[in-house]
């Protein structure tokens, strides 16, 4: 049995959702030989009906509901089905004692999942999973791949793989979380001036001898054993290395040049464009239910702003399959002592997750440094005052002190990523610094995935190279 979804839609434009429930049913077998068996009766019809009825999960349950609810304008996820609008008074206040959200008057129920739970032992399984459909060259062995990005007669395309020592100058392409070097390559190509950075990439004076891109896995993987084939594949390179990082790519080239990089001759420069290098709040273990809820709502967002539809939006559909990975291993989506051990199941999270017992991050943050690059930050605070895209504010303290429960940033950030972290390399003394800095500031138009169909920095890294 794969997942069962279902769309309760009830709301003035049911098209509204549709691209959401049709990306999980594209990935609803996703887990299927990592579920556990059931037996028939749990699939019948009258089992479904059951469980439908059934406002929260039962610890014994070999099968488990989760649904995805919009609250004014905001997608959340929560266990099993909320009581439903019409429900008797005491169905209602059972659902309440059981930890499900009470029935709104604006509630709508945009799909219910109905998934098996992993058999044990496989939810590192599923995560890893999750990353060989993010990005179609990652192997069973999640490992990663350098590779030449070439131009064409159809434009630019992703190569075969390569391996150094480099030497002349590298330009170098490394990609962040639930992305690929597709992706990223792609938005550059969304805009003129990103097209014309590539094509000089490539022809004039100064044009470079290899242009590559890093594909490597960003959930089941630590950025640290990222950074450590990277720097086996650079291995005694020279010459002159320009890197952009994107988003949890700039954790792994920090890795890369600060801890591995001691085989590195090259004088090497690197733009970070949204990357966390003081970590991200999205990835803390306590916040982890209304991260997921986050990524919902930037998949909606990203399709509507960025027109990115299919595998170029994995927002649509990775946070339906994370759930199943959460509740399984806790039996809830609620906050619980367990979260610090399912994060810790997740490295390719845990490794951004901007907590003070984080010793992974606190160690690089230490020093010493194996090279010395030149780095340079791109950073942004995402406030818009489109009234359709307000959903934000419901993740975001807006002022000091009123973090409440279900926000996730303590201030401004991009969406994904904590603004200050952008450009926090490490304790007091540390010996490398950001040497400049594009800052959009508060930007109603500039988000975590947008950053390279801006014009401001595609000028900013063209000047820095």
């Given amino acids: 049995m794969t997942a069962s979804i ?57 099968i488990l509901a989760a649904s995805l609810v919009e609250e004014n304008g905001v997608l959340r996820w929560y266990d099993g089905v909320p009581a439903r609008e019409d429900a008797p008074q005491r169905r209602r206040r059972r659902a309440r004692r059981a930890g499900a959200p009470p029935p709104l008057p604006d509630q709508t129920v945009v799909l219910t999942k109905e998934f098996p739970r992993l058999q044990p032992n496989k939810a590192a ?11 179609s060259a990652i192997g069973v062995t999640l490992q990663s791949h350098l590779r030449q990005l070439q131009r064409g007669p159809q434009g630019f395309a992703i190569g075969v793989d390569v391996r150094g020592p480099f030497k002349g100058r590298t330009l ?27 094509s000089a990439a490539f022809e004039g004076p100064n044009k470079y001898d290899q242009i590559l891109v890093f594909e490597h896995a960003t959930l089941a993987v630590s950025p640290v054993l990222n950074a ?33 990089g001691a085989a590195l001759t090259a004088e090497t420069r690197v733009v970070f464009a949204g990357s966390p ?14 991260a997921l809820s986050l990524i919902s709502n930037i998949g909606t967002f990203a399709e509507k702003t960025l027109l990115l539809a299919g595998g170029a939006n994995p927002f649509l559909w990775v946070a339906g399959k994370l759930v199943e990975v959460v509740m399984t291993v806790t039996g809830t989506l609620a906050n619980t002592p367990l979260l610090d051990g399912l994060i810790a199941l997740i490295p390719g999270l845990f490794g951004q997750s901007q907590i003070s017992n984080n010793y992974e991050l606190n160690l690089l943050r230490l020093g010493p440094c194996t090279t010395r690059p030149v780095y340079f930050a791109v950073k942004a605070n995402f406030a818009t005052v489109n009234p359709g895209w307000q959903f934000w504010k419901n993740f975001r303290a807006l002022r000091v002190g009123d973090l409440a429960a279900d926000q996730i940033f303590p201030g401004d950030n ?15 003394d540390f010996p490398l610094s950001i040497s400049d800095v594009e800052d959009f500031g508060d930007a109603p138009d500039v988000w975590h995935c947008n950053y390279f169909r801006q014009q401001r920095t595609i000028n900013f890294i063209r000047s820095k190279f």
């Fill in 172 to 198: 170098l392409f490394v990609h962040g979380t639930f992305s690929n070097a597709v992706n990223m390559i792609g938005e550059f190509q969304a805009t003129p001036d990103g097209q014309a950075f590539l």
């Fill in 125 to 135: 399984a599923a995560v890893g999973a999750i990353d060989m459909r993010l990005n």
């Fill in 228 to 260: 450590l084939e990277l720097g086996r594949a650079f291995g005694n390179s020279s010459g002159e290395l320009r890197v952009i990082a994107h988003s949890r790519g700039g954790l792994i080239v920090r890795w890369w040049l600060e801890a591995f």
């Fill in 6 to 62: 279902m769309s309760q839609l009830a709301a003035e434009d049911p098209r509204r959702y549709l691209s959401l429930i049709k990306a999980a049913e594209d990935h609803d077998d996703l887990f299927q030989a990592l579920y556990v068996d059931h037996d028939d009766e749990m699939d019948s019809v009258s089992g479904l009906r059951r469980r439908r009825r059934r406002a929260s999960n039962s610890p014994d349950s070999t």
């Fill in 414 to 428: 991009d969406l994904v990523v904590d603004t200050a972290s952008m450009t926090n390399l490490g304790e007091k």
């Fill in 277 to 290: 290098l003081y970590g991200t709040s999205l990835a803390a273990p306590d916040k982890l239910q209304h």
